[in-house]
C-alpha cells in the first residue's frame, strides 16, 4: 500500500502570508495526486488534481506542483476564508489520503 | 444541480450490520465511478470503497475488505454500501463522492453528499 505523509500537520499563518504544504508519497506515483479542502462541518472540495490542475471555480491563489514522491500544495497570499484542514490524496491504485494539514490564521 | 443525498447511518451495536444509501441528482449517474469515504470523528479522510460506471471494477480499502461491499443501481440512480460485521472503529461520517472518471481510477472526488452518520457501540 502507498503511504502519504503530509507537514506540517498544522501551521498559523498571517492574512496575506505565502503557505506551503508538503505531501510525500512512499513511492513513485507519477503526478496522481490531488488536494482537498475542508472546513469544519462541511464535505472536503476538490481544489488541485493531477498535481497542478486548478479546479474550475478555485481562486488562483492556490497551486500544485510536484511528481513522483514529492508534492507541494501552495497559498500564494492567505485569506481568512482559507481557514481549513488540506488533504492530498493519490489514486495511483486504490485511492488514499494523507493524514491533513490544519491551517489557521496567527 | 448536482446532489449527493446519504442515508440509512444510525446507531449499531458491534457485530451487526447496517447498509447506507447514496441518492444521486443532477448529472449522468452512469457516466460517473462512484466512492465512499468515511471520516472518524476528529480524525482525517479515509477512502473506503469505489465502484466503476458499470460496475465492473470495483476496489475496496483493507480495513474493511471482506465486511462491507459496494454496489450501485444505475437505472435508480443510487449508490449502496452494504456494511457487515461492523466493529467500534468503522465509526465515522460515511461520504458518497463522485469521480470525474468512468473507471475507478483516476479517482478525482469532485461532489459529495453531507455524510451519514454510522456509530458503532453496544
Known amino acids: 500500500d502507498i503511504q502519504m505523509t503530509q507537514s506540517p500537520s498544522s501551521l498559523s499563518a498571517s492574512v496575506g502570508d505565502r503557505v506551503t504544504i508538503t505531501c510525500q508519497a512512499s513511492?513513485?506515483?507519477?503526478?496522481?495526486l490531488n488536494w482537498y479542502q475542508q472546513k469544519p462541518g462541511k464535505a472536503p472540495k476538490l481544489l488541485i488534481y493531477d498535481a497542478s490542475n486548478l479546479e474550475t471555480g478555485v481562486p488562483s491563489r492556490f497551486s500544485g506542483s510536484g511528481s513522483g514522491t514529492d508534492f507541494t500544495f501552495t497559498i500564494s497570499s492567505l485569506q481568512p476564508e482559507d481557514i481549513a484542514t488540506y488533504y492530498c490524496?493519490?489514486?495511483?491504485?486504490?485511492?488514499?489520503f494523507g493524514p491533513g494539514t490544519k491551517v489557521d490564521i496567527k | 444541480e448536482v446532489q449527493l443525498v446519504e442515508s440509512g447511518g444510525g446507531l449499531v451495536q458491534p457485530g451487526r450490520s447496517l447498509r447506507l444509501s447514496c441518492a444521486a441528482s443532477g448529472f449522468t449517474f452512469d457516466d460517473y465511478a462512484m466512492h465512499w469515504v468515511r471520516q472518524a470523528p476528529g480524525k482525517g479522510l479515509e477512502w473506503v470503497s469505489g465502484i466503476s460506471w458499470n460496475s465492473g471494477s470495483i476496489g475496496y480499502a483493507d480495513s474493511v475488505k471482506g465486511r462491507f461491499t459496494i454496489s450501485r443501481d444505475n437505472a435508480k440512480n443510487s449508490l449502496y454500501l452494504q456494511m457487515n460485521s461492523l466493529r467500534a472503529e468503522d465509526t465515522a461520517l460515511y461520504y458518497c463522492?463522485?469521480?470525474?472518471?468512468?473507471?475507478?481510477?483516476?479517482?478525482?472526488?469532485?461532489?459529495w453528499g453531507q455524510g451519514t452518520l454510522v456509530t458503532v457501540s453496544s
Open positions: 490524496q493519490q489514486y495511483d491504485n486504490l485511492p488514499g
Open positions: 463522492a463522485t469521480s470525474k472518471t468512468v473507471v475507478l481510477t483516476p479517482a478525482y472526488f469532485d461532489y
Open positions: 513511492q513513485d506515483i507519477s503526478n496522481y
